[in-house]
């Protein structure tokens, strides 16, 4: 089983349309893992129909019983996080500040606050339009641990490939360098860096490549938009060949991508032309590298 993971240095170079059709090439090949759960839209284009959905606990959050607590402040100060005020002369947990360290049960002399597992998103198995299955989830708003909730999707991406025997895994990551990226990055085994001919595209692919070595993955490069900015093109050419990544290929700009978006399309179902030859020959290309 060879898994795919498809990450970028910053938003918006166009990582998911692009991980979104490679899936559509991949078809019934494949299974889909949408692992960019703090901000997931691969359900978008992949149009699917939910069959199985679990609730994801991870963390705890701090809650007070008011019938137990004798009010002497022991919690409130010595939470570094301000999450305990008072609140109509009761103690009160904020929920979006607490950190969930259980410092305050700890020093609670009348044992009044318990630390509960939240509920932080949901995670999802779907069948979807190429007529294979998508494993996806949503992180709830103000939720953290995104990086376990990675984890649990590749995870389930990886029991659905062995149980189906599908060769291979696309994961649609996140962008940056973060928690979730680093989750993302586990247990791959080759990754595609999007990146686009910026200097902010420049810096963050830069980025984005030291935390892959460190994992010691093979790594090849698509330039999205390859044609706004030929100096920087050409920066990024350099790069590759310092760091011996693979070019994939140059994508040049095409508004199509955008009108395939608003339609629910990946783009090699909307063009037919220049763009889906591209990605086609990537997606040969990718298949084989190691």
């Known amino acids: ?4 993971v498809i990450i970028s240095g910053k938003g918006g ?22 692992c960019d759960v703090d901000a997931a839209d691969m359900h978008l284009l992949m149009q699917p129909d939910i069959g199985r959905s679990e609730d994801f606990y991870s963390g705890l959050l ?3 019983n008011q019938e137990k607590c004798i009010k002497c402040g022991k919690c409130a100060d010595v939470c570094r996080w301000d999450a305990i005020p008072i609140i109509d002369n009761q103690y009160i947990v904020q929920a979006l500040d607490c950190e969930g360290c259980g410092y305050c049960a700890r020093v609670c ?26 494993v996806h989830a949503k992180l709830g708003v103000g ?20 149980k189906e025997e599908k060769a291979i895994i696309i994961v649609d990551g996140s962008p940056g360098i973060g928690c979730p990226v680093v989750s993302s990055l586990s247990g791959a085994n080759y990754v595609i860096l999007v990146t686009e001919p910026s200097v902010s595209g420049i810096h ?7 935390l892959v070595k460190k994992f010691g993955i093979k790594a090849g490069c698509i330039i999205n938009k390859a044609d706004i900015n030929i100096k920087k093109t050409n920066d990024i050419h350099t790069l590759l060949k310092e760091e011996n990544i ?3 290929c140059e994508i040049p700009y ?14 090699v179902e909307f063009d037919n032309g220049k763009i889906k030859q591209i990605l086609e020959d990537s997606w040969e290309k990718i298949k084989i590298a190691n």
Do not use: C, H
């Open 13 to 34: 170079t166009g990582k998911t349309s692009i991980t979104a059709s490679f899936a559509y090439l991949g078809g019934k090949d494949v299974i889909v893992a949408d």
């Open 143 to 162: 939720a953290e641990n995104s990086g376990k909730l990675v984890a649990k999707v590749k995870n389930e991406a990886k029991a659905l490939a062995e």
């Open 204 to 210: 963050d692919l830069k980025r984005v490549y030291e």
């Open 246 to 248: 693979d070019l994939i």
């Open 254 to 267: 095409d508004e199509n991508f955008t009108k395939a978006m608003t339609m629910g399309k990946t783009i």
């Open 62 to 64: 701090a809650e007070i």
């Open 109 to 134: 002399p009348t044992d009044a606050i318990r630390m509960i597992e939240q509920n932080v998103g949901d995670w999802f198995i779907s069948d979807i339009k190429t007529g294979t299955k998508m």
């Open 1 to 4: 089983m060879k898994e795919i």
